[in-house]
């Protein structure tokens, strides 16, 4: 569909037109609306462009395309006018994917608890996403909101290479909607009890302590308890076991804890991924909340 109008600017018009004739005036309106709704060129016919600029004689419209325009290979064209056309559309195109962003966070609620939200909105600061790079990037790649959260989530993870968050990314984090303000989001934890989040920052403090290693993203930290989760078998007892054996023997990362004394390495890979249970948690605390 053809923009039906553009910007007219009065008073560079009446400054540009000055020192034309009234019939100019009009012819340059008429050719303005012409290359404005062909295309952005005008041909180069004169004899059809008085049939389009009916009542001026061929003096006045040569004279007039020679003074506003240029012949160019396609045609006469204004610049002026084509630089107004090409904003335009520009303009209307960022508005189109501001308003399919904007429907996107307002319909997040239904299938997304707050917390989760917010999460995808800190991933979104972390990647630097304008709404153009959000939306031809993210959500028109994955209709699910939930598949590009996860997807979200592997690729900040896979920056670093190795799985350890290390993530080279700035956390330039963004709280209710302004950088810097508001309360800074938790991560999910797989278990959620007090006992558990306060052995999860105990953990943290340790790695923090001895070799002054820190969490740089929420999706790096949210990438650990998931590793931890699914090592634990999602049972909190064993979780918390495994945090302190390993800050108990010096390790920097979660093995699992055997009966027999012997431990067993996590891969770092393959083993990120949340459990059914830990996702049928997420989506009951949805549905109570």
């Known amino acids: 569909m053809k923009d039906p109008a553009f910007l007219f600017y009065s008073k560079d018009f009446y400054e ?3 020192t034309m004739l009234p019939e100019e005036r009009a012819c340059l309106i008429d050719l303005l609306v012409y290359q404005h709704q062909h295309g952005g060129c005008i041909p180069n016919d004169i004899k059809r462009l008085k049939m389009y600029c009916s009542g001026i004689d061929e003096a006045t419209l040569t004279a007039t395309l020679k003074a506003k325009f240029i012949l160019t290979d396609a045609g006469w ?4 006018m084509q630089v107004l056309t090409e904003e335009r559309n520009s303009f209307k195109g960022k508005q189109s994917i501001n308003g399919r962003v904007g429907n996107f966070f307002k319909n997040l609620p239904k299938i997304l608890n707050k917390k989760e939200i917010q999460e995808v909105r800190n991933m979104i600061s972390q990647l630097g996403l304008n709404n153009e790079k959000l939306y031809q990037n993210w959500i028109s790649q994955y209709k699910d909101p939930i598949a ?5 989530r592997t690729h900040l993870v896979n920056e670093d290479g190795d799985g350890n968050g290390n993530e080279s990314i700035n956390d330039n984090t963004v709280y209710n909607g302004k950088e810097g303000m508001g309360e800074k989001p938790k991560p999910v934890y797989p278990f959620d ?4 989040e306060q052995h999860w920052m105990t953990w943290k403090g340790y790695r923090a302590n001895e070799d002054g290693f820190k969490y ?3 999706a790096s930290e949210q990438a650990a308890l998931s590793e931890l989760g699914n090592l634990s078998h999602y049972d909190e007892a064993a979780a918390i076991a495994i945090m302190h054996q390993s800050m108990a023997n010096g390790w920097k990362g979660f093995f699992e804890v055997k009966h027999n004394g012997s431990t067993k390495q996590t891969s770092g890979k393959g083993g990120s991924g949340y459990s059914d249970a830990f996702k049928r ?9």
Do not use: P
Request: proline residues 0%.
């Open 148 to 152: 590009m959260r996860d997807a979200m």
């Open 281 to 289: 948690k997420i989506v009951g605390g949805l549905q109570s909340g």
């Open 216 to 218: 740089k993203t929420l």
């Open 193 to 196: 009890t007090e006992s558990f």
């Open 77 to 80: 064209q204004n610049g002026k």
């Open 16 to 18: 540009g037109t000055r």
